[in-house]
């Protein structure tokens, strides 16, 4: 692992324990960064001076994360770090962030121009529940080196009534709400993306049934006299309504593709990096695609973060190519598998 890495690692293990994620028992102790591989899209073998290289022509960096996984977070700094000296005293740096919701990027400017503490910036801006341990690395690169920050995503109560209601809904908003928003209506997703979605929603059902490859044991459903029918309808479950849903993830990616295309417009110098989830950028879908309808023939590239068994062995992409480069991390190292460790007794508690 380079040096870098070893002093990133003792960083996240010297965050209290309070800044960790709620999942039950993962401590600081466990959450450090593992090996890693870095690939070209179609496989062959690659460094990070070969990413920094091809930053040279690009416009916007997508970095598609895998949010449990330290490796990942530990990787996106050194991106982050290679993008600025790339950029040199040339070009502009900034870093977009899925994980802030724009209706907060005066919070956000307002701390990185030393006007408030970090403390008042958390309290306010609804940072991401692992902030501490995963972006803050790289938010504070950004600060202490005069990087501005973008604030990217659609604010979480406009992408809900999507999911309730429907992508019209948003029409019912004032002036002033919109302005976190992107223009609507903002666009559909398309067939490549819409394949994805159905694909990623049956693989979430079939791991709600089931936990740490195991099938999860459900108590018996209590008897009930064959008169008796609820005053209500119970609420549907998680995937009651497919469409909207996969409309609130679209809205998702056209915000933040329009915040950086807005950003390129005012700065067409930039060199963006955007860190969001791999689902948002796999196989240049969701994100990349909106900011193209923004921002026709923007110069963008793509790295893919993907945990996997063996960081060594390459997993091709369904179709086509996962993005420009994959950087495969060792899946052992997320907090999910971390946790199942724990429940078959393979780690102390």
């Given at each position: 692992?380079?040096?870098?890495?070893?002093?990133?690692?003792?960083?996240?293990?010297s965050?209290?324990?309070?800044?960790?994620?709620?999942?039950?028992?993962?401590?600081?102790?466990?959450?450090?960064?593992?090996?890693?591989?870095?690939?070209?899209?179609?496989?062959?073998?690659?460094?990070?001076?070969?990413?920094?290289?091809?930053?040279?022509?690009?416009?916007?960096?997508?970095?598609?994360?895998?949010?449990?996984?330290?490796?990942?977070?530990?990787?996106?700094?050194?991106?982050?770090?290679?993008?600025?000296?790339?950029?040199?005293?040339?070009?502009?740096?900034?870093?977009?962030?899925?994980?802030?919701?724009?209706?907060?990027?005066?919070?956000?400017?307002?701390?990185?121009?030393?006007?408030?503490?970090?403390?008042?910036?958390?309290?306010?801006?609804?940072?991401?529940?692992?902030?501490?341990?995963?972006?803050?690395?790289?938010?504070?690169?950004?600060?202490?080196?005069?990087?501005?920050?973008?604030?990217?995503?659609?604010?979480?109560r406009?992408?809900?009534?999507?999911?309730r209601?429907?992508?019209?809904?948003?029409?019912?908003?004032?002036?002033?709400?919109?302005?976190?928003?992107?223009?609507?209506?903002?666009?559909?997703?398309?067939?490549?993306?819409?394949?994805?979605?159905?694909?990623?929603?049956?693989?979430?059902?079939?791991?709600?049934?089931?936990?740490?490859?195991?099938?999860?044991?459900?108590?018996?459903?209590?008897?009930?006299p064959?008169?008796?029918?609820?005053?209500?309808?119970?609420?549907?479950?998680?995937?009651?309504?497919?469409?909207?849903?996969?409309?609130?993830?679209?809205?998702?990616?056209?915000?933040?593709?329009?915040?950086?295309?807005?950003?390129?417009?005012?700065?067409?110098?930039?060199?963006?990096?955007?860190?969001?989830?791999?689902?948002?950028?796999?196989?240049?879908?969701?994100?990349?695609?909106?900011?193209?309808?923004?921002?026709?023939?923007?110069?963008?590239m793509?790295?893919?973060?993907?945990?996997?068994d063996?960081?060594?062995?390459?997993?091709?992409?369904?179709s086509?190519?996962?993005?420009?480069?994959?950087?495969?991390?060792?899946?052992?190292?997320?907090?999910?598998?971390?946790?199942?460790?724990?429940?078959?007794?393979?780690?102390?508690?």
């Amino acid at each position: 692992m380079p040096v870098a890495a070893l002093v990133l690692t003792a960083t996240l293990i010297s965050v209290p324990a309070s800044a960790q994620d709620s999942s039950p028992g993962v401590g600081d102790s466990l959450y450090v960064p593992g090996e890693y591989q870095i690939y070209t899209g179609d496989g062959q073998l690659a460094t990070m001076e070969d990413i920094a290289s091809a930053m040279n022509s690009a416009q916007v960096v997508f970095i598609g994360e895998t949010h449990d996984d330290p490796t990942g977070h530990m990787l996106e700094l050194f991106i982050l770090q290679a993008a600025f000296d790339v950029a040199g005293s040339t070009r502009s740096t900034a870093l977009s962030m899925e994980f802030f919701q724009n209706d907060v990027q005066n919070i956000v400017n307002e701390y990185l121009n030393g006007i408030i503490t970090e403390k008042a910036f958390l309290a306010d801006t609804r940072p991401w529940t692992r902030y501490k341990t995963d972006y803050r690395p790289s938010f504070e690169f950004a600060r202490e080196n005069g990087i501005p920050v973008i604030a990217a995503n659609a604010p979480r109560r406009y992408t809900n009534r999507v999911s309730r209601l429907g992508r019209d809904s948003l029409e019912e908003l004032d002036v002033r709400a919109r302005q976190s928003l992107p223009p609507l209506p903002y666009g559909e997703p398309s067939k490549a993306y819409r394949d994805q979605w159905v694909h990623t929603m049956m693989s979430v059902m079939e791991q709600e049934s089931m936990k740490c490859g195991m099938p999860i044991e459900k108590e018996p459903a209590a008897q009930s006299p064959a008169n008796y029918a609820p005053a209500v309808a119970p609420p549907a479950g998680n995937h009651g309504n497919m469409g909207n849903i996969l409309h609130s993830q679209v809205l998702w990616d056209a915000s933040m593709a329009f915040r950086i295309s807005e950003h390129l417009k005012a700065n067409p110098d930039a060199l963006i990096v955007h860190m969001v989830g791999s689902f948002h950028v796999a196989r240049g879908t969701g994100t990349p695609e909106h900011l193209q309808s923004y921002r026709p023939g923007t110069d963008a590239m793509i790295i893919m973060m993907r945990a996997v068994d063996d960081v060594n062995s390459f997993e091709q992409a369904p179709s086509g190519t996962w993005g420009d480069f994959v950087i495969q991390t060792d899946v052992s190292k997320t907090l999910e598998s971390i946790e199942c460790a724990r429940n078959q007794g393979l780690l102390e508690r």
